[in-house]
């Protein structure tokens, strides 16, 4: 609704019961029947007894952040396809046109890709809804300036594009620890092949015991190794993929059901452009023809211009049908930005989460596989530890020995 202009207040007309008063783009004043929707150009005539007050105003509206209504629809004047806003200081505002013969210096709102914020110079400040945090929810609602300079990317855009690229490095994470398992898994059956190698094999007494023992450690590491891959494909790369999984339909979710509501603002904001053309089309050509029957310029009867008269009461009709609809779909739009906004932010928390619980598994794991392998060199160690070249000799000698009579000098 259309405040009346500075120094009107004084000349405000007492209308009857549920009649409202408007302003058109021209500055032309008609009146609205808020009961029955009737609209005509002439004032309704005031009823004996009526206070001379001005009329209640529908146009109390809900608070609102960042320039979007957090619920309800309010009425709108047809002469505005912008969504009126109020500051966060509670106060609300009727931004409606300026009085005839008089143009704001400055507009209240401007819209952008078809959504309507109000203009920074009007409303500086605006309450958050997380004022504590530095949420999606708060600063992702404008446009951005591509870096490459190709036009603006939206800001909810922005906020998938990180999602998107949060889902790629979970899955070269995941590649990354596939690639650590095969290695594992190449490094494990070389081991175990080389444990079976023949070289070396007819070393005897204690340093024998101890090659045999190196050969037989390798087995055992082949072994931790082996299970050192298996396990790290059951707790870490697999649950890494699940994941990524649910994390890519939670995303789709979020995406699909952004896009659509984005494409019925859209279509919504073109049907009030269309009607605003509409409106102008049928005042402009009501008053040609008031003036030309006024001049006798032409033989315009008067049923003609009830006729243009009607359109152009319909035209204005569909106008404030369409804003109501646009305002409907964007305050949908904000509730749903709201929602989805704060959904992502729960969504990337839960990711950087697991992959940090995941990667601490990795590292317990690999802990466990450092010790097992220590493990396996312990015994080689005490071995060689042990090992005896004289008594290794004296074994030796026992074993193969051929007789102790050292041959003498041939006598002449």
């Given at each position: 609704?259309?405040?009346?202009?500075p120094g009107e207040?004084?000349?405000?007309?007492?209308?009857?019961?549920?009649?409202?008063?408007?302003?058109?783009?021209q500055g032309r004043?008609y009146?609205?029947?808020?009961?029955?929707?009737?609209?005509t150009?002439e004032?309704?005539?005031?009823?004996?007894?009526?206070?001379?007050?001005p009329?209640?105003?529908?146009s109390s509206?809900?608070?609102?952040?960042n320039g979007?209504h957090v619920?309800?629809?309010?009425?709108h004047?047809?002469?505005?396809?912008h969504?009126s806003v109020r500051?966060s200081?509670g106060?609300?505002q009727?931004?409606?046109?300026?009085p005839?013969?008089k143009?704001?210096?400055?507009e209240?709102?401007?819209?952008?890709?078809?959504?309507?914020?109000?203009?920074?110079?009007?409303m500086?400040?605006?309450?958050?809804l997380k004022?504590?945090?530095?949420?999606?929810?708060d600063?992702?609602w404008?446009?951005?300036k591509?870096?490459?300079g190709n036009g603006?990317?939206?800001?909810f855009?922005?906020?998938?594009?990180k999602?998107?690229?949060?889902?790629?490095?979970?899955?070269?994470?995941?590649e990354?620890?596939?690639e650590r398992?095969k290695?594992?898994?190449e490094?494990?059956k070389?081991?175990?092949?080389?444990?079976q190698?023949?070289?070396?094999?007819?070393?005897?007494?204690?340093?024998?015991?101890a090659?045999?023992?190196?050969?037989?450690?390798?087995?055992?590491?082949?072994?931790v190794?082996?299970k050192f891959?298996?396990k790290?494909h059951?707790?870490?790369?697999?649950?890494?993929?699940?994941?990524?999984?649910n994390?890519?339909?939670?995303?789709?979710k979020?995406?699909?059901?952004?896009?659509?509501?984005r494409?019925?603002l859209a279509?919504?904001y073109?049907?009030v452009?269309?009607?605003?053309?509409?409106l102008?089309?049928r005042?402009r050509d009501?008053?040609?023809?008031?003036?030309?029957?006024?001049?006798?310029?032409s033989?315009k009867t008067?049923e003609?211009?009830?006729?243009?008269?009607?359109?152009s009461?319909?035209?204005?009709?569909?106008?404030?049908?369409?804003?109501?609809?646009?305002?409907?779909a964007q305050s949908k739009w904000?509730?749903?930005?709201?929602?989805?906004?704060?959904e992502?932010e729960?969504?990337?928390v839960?990711?950087?989460e697991?992959?940090?619980?995941h990667?601490?598994q990795?590292t317990q794991l690999?802990?466990?596989?450092?010790?097992?392998?220590q493990?396996?060199?312990?015994p080689?160690?005490?071995?060689?530890?042990?090992?005896?070249?004289?008594?290794d000799?004296e074994l030796?000698?026992r074993?193969?020995?051929?007789?102790?009579?050292?041959?003498?000098?041939?006598?002449?």
């Amino acid at each position: 609704m259309v405040p009346p202009p500075p120094g009107e207040e004084s000349h405000i007309v007492v209308l009857p019961p549920g009649w409202q008063s408007y302003l058109s783009p021209q500055g032309r004043r008609y009146y609205v029947n808020t009961a029955t929707n009737e609209t005509t150009w002439e004032r309704p005539s005031s009823s004996p007894g009526i206070p001379a007050s001005p009329g209640p105003h529908r146009s109390s509206l809900p608070p609102t952040v960042n320039g979007y209504h957090v619920a309800g629809t309010p009425a709108h004047p047809p002469e505005t396809a912008h969504m009126s806003v109020r500051k966060s200081t509670g106060d609300s505002q009727n931004l409606g046109s300026s009085p005839p013969g008089k143009k704001q210096s400055k507009e209240n709102t401007i819209t952008v890709n078809c959504v309507t914020f109000p203009h920074p110079d009007t409303m500086p400040e605006q309450q958050l809804l997380k004022p504590t945090e530095w949420s999606y929810c708060d600063y992702f609602w404008a446009d951005k300036k591509d870096p490459q300079g190709n036009g603006t990317v939206a800001g909810f855009e922005l906020l998938l594009q990180k999602q998107l690229k949060g889902k790629q490095m979970q899955k070269e994470m995941s590649e990354f620890i596939r690639e650590r398992i095969k290695i594992e898994e190449e490094y494990a059956k070389n081991l175990a092949k080389l444990s079976q190698n023949s070289l070396a094999a007819q070393e005897e007494g204690s340093l024998g015991e101890a090659w045999a023992q190196v050969k037989k450690s390798l087995a055992d590491e082949a072994a931790v190794h082996l299970k050192f891959s298996a396990k790290l494909h059951s707790e870490v790369e697999k649950p890494l993929m699940n994941f990524r999984e649910n994390f890519k339909k939670d995303m789709k979710k979020c995406d699909h059901h952004i896009a659509d509501l984005r494409k019925q603002l859209a279509s919504r904001y073109a049907a009030v452009e269309k009607a605003r053309k509409a409106l102008t089309e049928r005042q402009r050509d009501l008053e040609v023809k008031t003036q030309q029957l006024e001049i006798k310029l032409s033989n315009k009867t008067e049923e003609d211009i009830k006729k243009a008269r009607r359109k152009s009461t319909q035209a204005g009709d569909d106008l404030m049908r369409c804003v109501d609809l646009y305002n409907q779909a964007q305050s949908k739009w904000f509730e749903e930005m709201v929602t989805t906004t704060l959904e992502l932010e729960r969504l990337e928390v839960e990711r950087v989460e697991m992959i940090r619980q995941h990667l601490c598994q990795y590292t317990q794991l690999r802990h466990e596989t450092d010790m097992f392998n220590q493990s396996t060199v312990e015994p080689v160690d005490q071995l060689l530890r042990k090992v005896d070249p004289a008594k290794d000799r004296e074994l030796w000698v026992r074993e193969h020995k051929t007789g102790n009579i050292r041959p003498v000098d041939m006598e002449i």
